[in-house]
């Protein structure tokens, strides 16, 4: 049994088809590579996925049971986290607490605020934040920003993680860094799905990579498949990673 399929996944909005009876699955232990050019429909996936939207037709199933129903917050709570493209915090709100959210209310668990706490610290010590836990979350760089939404997903004790374009916009360095989490993290038990235009980066860390094109799954393999998919290079990856 897969840890998570989509069977003939659609979403329109008006005429547009953003996803287009899509089946995927993800099986336990994996980092899957989600990748294609801007519009392809990939954070719309994940959004169907998480449940900030619906698919119409089509439906989700995690751990064999369908969850196409069910809102977000519980689809969280049965441990599949994510986080954002663009980054969503609490501006205002310091670093810690912005943490807390995720182990408060994304477990499903009873926690008190102390316990609550301690897992937010401990999610912000393995991203390296524990030293800005006091700053306010407004403040902090990008790459910074996207550390900290990587821990409250984390403190949420997700089964499957949702990583959207978590390394845009970052160092080469913070690349790096970025991808040493990742490995880590699937090191800890938890399947990993991300979205990433970082090539040399989703290349070298995914097990298997999705192609995404107007909404379409086009392709489908391991990173050295992918590479040499005449399909791929055509709409996405280009000649210069052909040559």
Same mark, same amino acid.
């Given at each position: ?43 719309t ?48 709100v310091?670093? /810690?607490?912005? @943490?807390?959210?995720? &182990? +408060?209310?994304? *477990? ?6 102390s316990?609550? !706490? #301690?897992?937010?610290?401990?999610? /912000?010590?393995? @991203?390296?934040?524990? &030293? +800005?836990?006091? *700053? ?8 910074? !920003? #996207? ?9 949420s004790?997700?089964?499957l ?59 489908e ?23």
């Open positions: 049994m897969h840890l998570l399929e989509g069977e003939g996944v659609c979403k329109n909005f008006g005429g547009l088809a953003a996803v287009s009876e899509v089946d995927f699955y993800v099986d336990e232990g994996e980092i899957v590579g989600l990748i294609g050019p801007n519009g392809a429909g990939k954070t996936l994940f959004n169907l996925i998480s449940a900030a939207l619906k698919p119409k037709p089509g439906k989700i199933i995690y751990k064999g049971r369908d969850i196409t129903p069910l809102p977000a917050y519980k689809i969280c709570r049965m441990g599949i986290a994510r986080t954002f493209q663009t980054v969503k915090i609490f501006a205002n310091p670093v /810690l607490r912005n @943490v807390m959210v995720g &182990s +408060l209310f994304g *477990t499903g668990k009873h926690m008190s605020s316990e609550a !706490q #301690k897992k937010a610290q401990e999610a /912000l010590d393995f @991203v390296g934040l524990a &030293s +800005l836990k006091d *700053t306010l979350a407004g403040d902090l760089t990008l790459a910074q !920003q #996207k550390r900290l939404e990587l821990a409250r997903a984390l403190a004790d997700p089964e993680l949702l990583l959207d374009e978590i390394m845009a916009g970052l160092t080469p360095t913070e690349v790096a860094e970025a991808m040493e989490a990742i490995t880590q993290i699937r090191s800890r038990g938890v399947t990993v799905i991300m979205i990433e235009h970082v090539m040399q980066a989703i290349m070298k860390i995914s097990d298997r990579i999705i192609v995404l094109d107007y909404g379409k799954k086009i392709a393999g391991t990173p050295a498949e992918m590479a040499a998919n005449p399909k791929v290079i055509e709409v996405y990856l280009g000649e210069e990673c052909d040559a």
